[in-house]
């Protein structure tokens, strides 16, 4: 495995600001590099598999990306990474951690939102993440795309998730959530699942 936490990260604060904030007055500064490595850590590197997810870095690294990879960088790829990393950003931008502990922004012509609030908040941009990462999952897997991309490997578990489930929420891989529940009917409220 090689170093590829040398390389640039795949989308710019800016660009998550442009993609998928309202307010694109937003200062990027609240998007720090350590929050995008962490959501393509996170998000990423798992559905790609390494092989995939370093290759990508290297080419967007050194601007060398090649045809195939660049439809799936602009079209796909970070419009799914800039709402993923706007849900891992969500609580900097809500709260600050100061040396008088955590504190809440507030400036003077807004009002905090209520923790239900924030909540439905943080889970309406989960949804509207997955729906962009699962079209982009459904690009690479698409039979047009045979061949285009050697080193992708199609993972049958995208890894642990969680989603909500009749207002409980829910930790397990889309898979596992499947099969060990097929026949409830509730299968059908997990966003990742791809066979239900």
Not at 176 to 191: F, I, M, Q, T, V
Request: proline share 4%; with cysteine.
């Amino acid at each position: 495995m090689g170093n590829y936490r040398q390389y640039a990260n795949l989308i710019t604060a800016p660009e998550v600001i442009a993609q998928a904030f309202t307010n694109e007055n937003t200062d990027d500064y609240l998007i720090s590099d350590d929050v995008v490595v962490i959501t393509e850590l996170t998000h990423l590197k798992p559905v790609l598999s390494l092989k995939f997810y370093e290759e990508l870095k290297l080419e967007n690294n050194n601007g060398t990306l090649t045809p195939d990879n660049l439809i799936l960088m602009t079209y796909y790829l970070k419009p799914a990474l800039a709402w993923l990393v706007r849900f891992e950003v969500v609580n900097e931008i809500q709260n600050n951690s100061t040396s008088a502990g955590v504190v809440t922004n507030i400036d003077e012509f807004a009002t905090a939102l209520q923790p239900n609030q924030l909540s439905d908040y943080v889970q309406d941009t989960y949804r509207k993440a997955k729906v962009m990462l699962n079209d982009m999952i459904e690009f690479l897997r698409h039979s047009d795309q045979a061949g285009l991309y050697p080193t992708y490997k199609e993972n049958n578990k995208l890894g642990n998730s969680t989603w909500k489930n009749h207002g409980i929420i829910m930790y397990d891989s889309a898979t596992d959530y499947c099969a060990s529940l097929k026949g409830y009917g509730s299968e059908r409220y997990n966003p990742l699942c791809q066979t239900c």
